[in-house]
């Protein structure tokens, strides 16, 4: 055995509570612990054989391992155990989570992941010719409440919520994955099983899904700010060309003895005492007004964060009178800086450029992190060019379980999300000379 656990087997990994069978709501604290391990016979069983540790509970998981894995391939900040447990703690009223870590033949940890199983309504996020016919065909209800079995967890943009050593095998880590995966997936009643979001970068190590029958989707590009252009946005405004930078200034002056101001919190109880459940319905109306709604998350969750990451969540808000008309959350490792989610007063929206003077106090912030990546969103996709923000390419990786949804998801991949071309970044900077 690897390491300690909750409990394991060996062999096939049969995976059933009561409450599991009945639906994918949590079974609660007192309900049968999961742990499960099952093999991956090489073609020379013992040479290279890979086994998987499931863990139920994030307070469970073997820390060592988990954090030694994240540490050494730099993965992402939505892999950070704090990260984890505070998205556990948030979300378990809706959603069901398994944390894995396969390790290699010598015990060594060679990959890690989180697991979630959740219901979504494909109409947030599908194809919009498609959207309107299941909204308005009482046969296709179903698709109003699809059961999905993630790869990934709820809150985690733009990013991946699994991490493969280098030197590991990602051909049998995945094949031991998808294994269990499906078979989770069956026992629970899900429709299909997503591994989400991966960079082009990622694409190679996980080809091998494509074996498995998983079809290749293309989703919403993440964009990018160039980091380079000084230490804050003023320097930034600096490089624009003059047409661009009356444009910004225009935005900037409506503010101007308005009585609103931007702050930038960091300080968890000042978060806290500052973001009200008053405020976050903000954030859902935008959510609702949103192109792309993949999930709406709860109030709890961004207090979990707050709570759990030590600084490293920031609230940069526009006030005015104590109260928030406009805000965005950012996370910030050691190389990236996420501006993750944001919301807006439309009542006062277009008096005030609520949302571009938001989006360039996030720019200043983000600038003076002095990090190598920033990360933008997914969405407003013309404005962030002409921002001349980059963008990069997102992809997840679909397969429908049982006979039906095996060919629904076969057929129909390329209408799972709406299409968000993303465009080029506008000519907005001066030349050099």
């Given at each position: 055995?690897?390491?300690?656990?909750?409990?394991?087997?060996?062999?096939s990994a049969t995976v059933?509570?009561?409450?599991?069978?009945?639906?994918?709501?949590?079974?609660?604290?007192?309900?049968?612990?999961?742990?499960?391990?099952?093999?991956?016979?090489?073609?020379?069983?013992?040479?290279?054989?890979?086994?998987?540790?499931?863990?139920?509970?994030?307070?469970?998981?073997?820390?060592?391992?988990?954090?030694?894995?994240?540490?050494?391939?730099?993965?992402?900040?939505?892999?950070?155990?704090?990260?984890?447990?505070?998205?556990?703690?948030?979300?378990?009223?809706?959603?069901?989570?398994?944390?894995?870590?396969?390790?290699?033949?010598?015990?060594?940890?060679?990959?890690?992941?989180?697991?979630?199983?959740?219901?979504?309504?494909?109409?947030?996020?599908?194809?919009?010719?498609?959207?309107?016919?299941?909204?308005?065909?009482?046969?296709?209800?179903?698709?109003?409440?699809?059961?999905?079995?993630?790869?990934?967890?709820?809150?985690?943009?733009?990013?991946?919520?699994?991490?493969?050593?280098?030197?590991?095998?990602?051909?049998?880590?995945?094949?031991?994955?998808?294994?269990?995966?499906?078979?989770?997936?069956?026992?629970?009643?899900?429709?299909?099983?997503?591994?989400?979001?991966?960079a082009p970068t990622d694409?190679?190590?996980?080809?091998?899904?494509?074996?498995?029958?998983?079809?290749?989707?293309?989703?919403?590009?993440?964009?990018?700010?160039?980091?380079?252009?000084?230490?804050?946005?003023?320097?930034?405004?600096?490089?624009?060309?003059?047409?661009?930078?009356?444009?910004?200034?225009?935005?900037?002056?409506?503010?101007?003895?308005?009585?609103?101001?931007?702050?930038?919190?960091?300080?968890?109880?000042?978060?806290?005492?500052?973001?009200?459940?008053?405020?976050?319905?903000?954030?859902?109306?935008?959510?609702?007004?949103?192109?792309?709604?993949?999930?709406?998350?709860?109030?709890?969750?961004?207090?979990?964060?707050?709570?759990?990451?030590?600084?490293?969540?920031?609230?940069?808000?526009?006030?005015?009178?104590?109260?928030?008309?406009?805000?965005?959350?950012?996370?910030?490792?050691?190389?990236?800086?996420?501006?993750?989610?944001?919301?807006?007063?439309?009542?006062?929206?277009?008096?005030?450029?609520?949302?571009?003077?938001?989006?360039?106090?996030?720019?200043?912030?983000?600038?003076?992190?002095?990090?190598?990546?920033?990360?933008?969103?997914?969405?407003?996709?013309?404005?962030?060019?002409?921002?001349?923000?980059?963008?990069?390419?997102?992809?997840?990786?679909?397969?429908?379980?049982?006979?039906?949804?095996?060919?629904?998801?076969?057929?129909?991949?390329?209408?799972?999300?709406?299409?968000?071309?993303?465009?080029?970044?506008?000519?907005?900077?001066?030349?050099?000379?």
């Amino acid at each position: 055995m690897c390491a300690s656990g909750i409990g394991t087997w060996t062999g096939s990994a049969t995976v059933s509570t009561p409450d599991m069978r009945r639906g994918l709501l949590p079974a609660g604290r007192d309900a049968d612990r999961l742990a499960v391990e099952a093999g991956f016979s090489s073609p020379r069983p013992g040479a290279g054989a890979y086994t998987i540790r499931v863990f139920e509970a994030a307070a469970d998981i073997e820390r060592t391992a988990w954090d030694g894995l994240c540490a050494s391939c730099a993965a992402p900040v939505f892999m950070d155990l704090r990260f984890v447990a505070a998205v556990e703690a948030a979300m378990k009223s809706t959603c069901r989570f398994w944390f894995v870590i396969v390790y290699d033949d010598e015990c060594r940890p060679a990959a890690c992941a989180g697991l979630t199983a959740m219901k979504v309504d494909f109409t947030d996020f599908g194809d919009r010719r498609v959207t309107w016919i299941v909204k308005y065909a009482p046969f296709l209800a179903r698709f109003r409440n699809m059961r999905m079995l993630f790869c990934s967890l709820p809150g985690s943009p733009g990013d991946r919520s699994l991490v493969i050593a280098p030197a590991a095998d990602s051909g049998k880590v995945l094949a031991l994955l998808h294994e269990f995966m499906l078979r989770l997936a069956t026992e629970i009643g899900a429709d299909a099983v997503i591994f989400k979001e991966f960079a082009p970068t990622d694409l190679d190590a996980m080809k091998p899904l494509l074996g498995f029958g998983y079809q290749l989707v293309e989703i919403p590009a993440m964009h990018l700010l160039d980091p380079t252009f000084g230490g804050t946005f003023a320097d930034y405004c600096a490089a624009l060309r003059t047409r661009y930078r009356q444009q910004v200034n225009k935005s900037v002056r409506k503010l101007k003895n308005s009585g609103i101001v931007s702050t930038v919190l960091t300080e968890p109880d000042a978060i806290l005492r500052k973001y009200t459940r008053e405020t976050h319905a903000l954030y859902e109306e935008m959510t609702r007004k949103s192109d792309l709604r993949i999930e709406v998350l709860p109030y709890e969750y961004y207090c979990e964060l707050v709570r759990r990451m030590d600084g490293r969540m920031e609230l940069i808000s526009l006030a005015r009178e104590d109260r928030i008309v406009a805000f965005g959350w950012c996370c910030c490792d050691d190389t990236t800086y996420h501006l993750m989610y944001a919301g807006v007063d439309y009542g006062l929206n277009k008096e005030f450029d609520l949302y571009f003077n938001l989006m360039y106090a996030g720019f200043d912030r983000a600038l003076r992190k002095g990090v190598a990546r920033i990360h933008v969103g997914q969405t407003a996709t013309v404005f962030k060019a002409r921002m001349g923000c980059s963008h990069e390419q997102r992809y997840v990786y679909t397969k429908g379980v049982g006979f039906f949804m095996t060919n629904l998801f076969r057929l129909g991949s390329s209408l799972l999300v709406t299409k968000k071309p993303s465009s080029p970044p506008a000519d907005i900077f001066k030349r050099p000379g």
